[in-house]
C-alpha cells in the first residue's frame, strides 16, 4: 500500500466451533417478572436435578399458567427447558473436563448415565464421546 501497489483483497471467514455463553447472558431477558424469577431459579439449580414442582414453588402461579407464560416467554416448556439446559451445561462439561462421561452425567445431576448417550444424541446429533472428540479436535 505505501507503494501503490494494492494486492488482490479477500476476505477470510473463520467458523466459531462453539458458543461460549457468558452468565449474564444464560438467562432469557423478559419483562414477566415470575418467568424471570422462574429462570433465575433454574440457571442457578440446574445441577440438583431439580423438577417442574422446583419451579412452582418459586413462583406464585398455577402449573398452568406457569407453562403458558413460559411457552410465550422462551418458546418452549419449562421440563424441555430445563433438559435441554442440562443436556447444554453436559456438553459443556465434556469440553472443559477430562473426566469420564459417567462421571460427568452422575455429577450433572443424571440419574442414569447409561440413558444419556441416547439423550444426548437426541439433542446434539452425536454420542458425547464424539461430541467430545469433534469439538476438542477443533480447538
Given at each position: ?20 455463553e ?8 423478559t ?16 445441577e440438583?436435578?431439580?423438577?417442574v414442582?422446583?419451579v ?26 430445563i ?37 444426548f ?19
Open positions: 500500500m505505501i507503494t501503490g501497489k494494492i494486492g488482490v483483497q479477500y476476505d477470510i471467514y473463520v467458523m466459531p466451533t462453539q458458543i461460549v457468558r452468565q449474564s447472558t444464560d438467562i432469557a431477558s419483562s414477566d417478572r415470575y418467568i424471570a424469577k422462574a429462570l433465575k431459579f433454574i440457571h442457578q439449580n440446574i440438583k436435578r431439580i423438577t414442582k422446583d412452582l414453588r418459586q413462583v406464585p402461579l398455577s402449573r398452568r399458567a406457569l407453562e403458558m407464560r413460559f411457552q410465550e416467554t422462551t418458546g418452549t416448556g419449562v421440563y424441555k427447558y433438559y435441554n439446559l442440562q443436556i447444554e451445561k453436559f456438553a459443556q462439561k465434556l469440553l472443559d473436563s477430562d473426566k469420564t462421561i459417567f462421571e460427568i452425567a452422575i455429577e450433572s445431576g443424571f440419574e442414569s448415565s447409561k440413558n444419556i448417550s441416547r439423550q444424541k437426541q439433542i446434539k446429533g452425536c454420542t458425547p464421546a464424539e461430541y467430545r472428540r469433534r469439538h476438542l479436535s477443533k480447538r
